[in-house]
């Protein structure tokens, strides 16, 4: 369910406390830029909820970095409560917003921010960065661009992954191939990796995942075109530049050299057929590399995904924000708890015990970077291309808009089906989901 369509069934009086200081598409007031108060050192014990959707693999870490936290900040408790999955996070964070009883401190996954910041339901953070004088040039910039909204810093990027291509080094070695850097570079490497029996394919040339537009939006800017016009109004992919990706998808799957996986499943199935040495290359989530590391009977390789007009990926995961609506004693000991968590010098351990990136510049010089990188060395893929790493469109509309052309996705991948017409079919529905913004 859209969250503007959730809120407008919310009461007024929930409306007035979930909507103040929203930054909702107006024209930036200087006049009316706030400003945190000066901080004045206040021991009063104080209890705060973090809401997460950590993993059961990441709970060492993060019960560290809470242990860490209270031991600089022993008066402020932190209570981390799991609310499952992400889905199952912003459902139950929309529940509290409307029984005006939010935690203090919660995950967000990056395509939420803009419609949970549009409601107003975050604090915005800046008026803290100014007063503290963060340094937000050592962030990725476009991992801080993903936890932005209308020009406004809302959240810090926490459990940050991006798509990258994890190939068998082994077999492409042995074969004199390397992953593809360019589109142009894409049919010279499916005809060298990919093999046919029989006219069936034994072992395909790459995989890139239907199952979630995460992994093939970035194709779509890649190859020169948008999923949204310039103004957000309506979407792009009518366009020619913006139909390249998928003309491309649905030849390489006619032709054997692409597998793309949707429904249940389809990531294990992936996941299992690359060990199996039946895939040569996979997009997943960098925050996999080390399952990959781990379980590969061969040496694993990371590369950037292939560009053409140019060569970016999206940001995945979810960042750290504090609530609107959480209690006045409450701001200033969630806003600690986010710098800690997301600071500089927490950064690579807090990486290296959850499997996700680091975030920050300065960690690749650092001593505990250095040791990072040199037995991580796969994860140099993403560095070198740091701020070629952005934000996921930023329009409250686009989750649900996005559905629309992931099924037509699901169709060229299950069904065989020309997925051009089919895009094209769609336009008016999805305009008319963006018109509802």
């Known amino acids: 369910m859209a969250m503007k369509k959730w809120f407008a069934g919310m009461t007024a009086a929930a409306l007035v406390m979930v909507t103040a200081g929203c930054g909702g598409g107006g024209t930036k007031d200087t006049a009316a830029e706030p400003s945190a108060a000066p901080v004045v050192e206040d021991t009063t014990p104080v209890t705060i909820q973090y809401w997460h959707a950590h993993a059961e693999a990441q709970m060492a870490g993060l019960n560290y970095m809470i242990d860490e936290f209270q031991k600089k900040y022993p008066y402020i408790k932190?209570?981390?409560?799991?609310?499952?999955?992400?889905?199952?996070?912003?459902?139950?964070?929309?529940?509290?917003?409307?029984?005006?009883?939010?935690?203090?401190?919660?995950?967000?996954?990056?395509?939420?921010?803009?419609?949970?910041?549009?409601?107003?339901?975050?604090?915005?953070?800046?008026?803290?960065?100014?007063?503290?004088?963060?340094?937000?040039?050592?962030?990725?910039?476009?991992?801080?661009?993903?936890?932005?909204?209308?020009?406004?810093?809302?959240?810090?990027?926490?459990?940050?992954?991006?798509?990258?291509?994890?190939?068998?080094?082994?077999?492409?070695?042995?074969?004199?191939?390397?992953?593809?850097?360019?589109?142009?570079?894409?049919?010279?490497?499916?005809?060298?990796?990919?093999?046919?029996?029989?006219?069936?394919?034994?072992?395909?040339?790459?995989?890139?995942?239907?199952?979630?537009?995460?992994?093939?939006?970035?194709?779509?800017?890649?190859?020169?075109?948008?999923?949204?016009?310039?103004?957000?109004?309506?979407?792009?992919?009518?366009?020619?530049?913006?139909?390249?990706w998928i003309q491309n998808f649905k030849k390489w799957i006619d032709d054997g050299s692409l597998m793309m996986g949707y429904g249940k499943g389809a990531s294990d199935t992936m996941r299992q057929m690359f060990l199996e040495e039946k895939i040569g290359m996979v997009q997943h989530t960098s925050a996999v590399i080390k399952t990959y590391l781990e379980n590969a009977k061969f040496e694993v390789g990371v590369s950037f995904i292939p560009g053409d007009k140019e060569r970016k990926s999206h940001i995945g995961g979810a960042g750290i924000v504090m609530m609107s609506g959480a209690k006045k004693e409450q701001k200033e000991a969630a806003w600690k708890f986010i710098q800690f968590m997301t600071e500089a010098k927490n950064n690579v351990k807090w990486a290296e015990s959850t499997g996700y990136l680091p975030t920050h510049k300065s960690v690749v010089t650092s001593e505990e970077g250095k040791a990072f990188f040199q037995k991580y060395p796969q994860y140099k893929a993403v560095f070198d291309n740091f701020d070629n790493v952005g934000p996921r469109p930023q329009h409250p509309g686009y989750p649900e808009m996005s559905a629309v052309y992931k099924e037509v996705v699901g169709e060229m991948a299950l069904n065989g089906k020309d997925p051009v017409p089919l895009l094209k079919d769609s336009i008016k529905k999805m305009n008319d989901i963006l018109s509802e913004y």
């Open 78 to 244: 932190v209570e981390p409560v799991f609310q499952g999955a992400y889905t199952d996070l912003q459902k139950k964070l929309q529940a509290a917003i409307a029984a005006k009883d939010v935690p203090a401190v919660t995950n967000v996954e990056v395509s939420a921010v803009a419609n949970f910041a549009d409601s107003g339901a975050f604090e915005e953070l800046t008026p803290y960065i100014k007063r503290d004088k963060i340094d937000m040039n050592d962030f990725s910039k476009g991992m801080l661009q993903a936890y932005a909204y209308n020009n406004k810093q809302y959240g810090f990027p926490l459990i940050v992954s991006t798509s990258v291509m994890v190939y068998n080094k082994t077999l492409f070695d042995k074969l004199g191939v390397k992953p593809p850097e360019k589109w142009s570079d894409i049919e010279d490497f499916n005809k060298k990796v990919t093999v046919k029996e029989g006219g069936k394919t034994t072992r395909y040339a790459f995989s890139v995942p239907g199952w979630d537009t995460w992994y093939y939006d970035p194709w779509i800017s890649n190859g020169g075109g948008a999923i949204l016009t310039p103004d957000g109004e309506k979407t792009a992919l009518d366009q020619p530049d913006s139909q390249r």
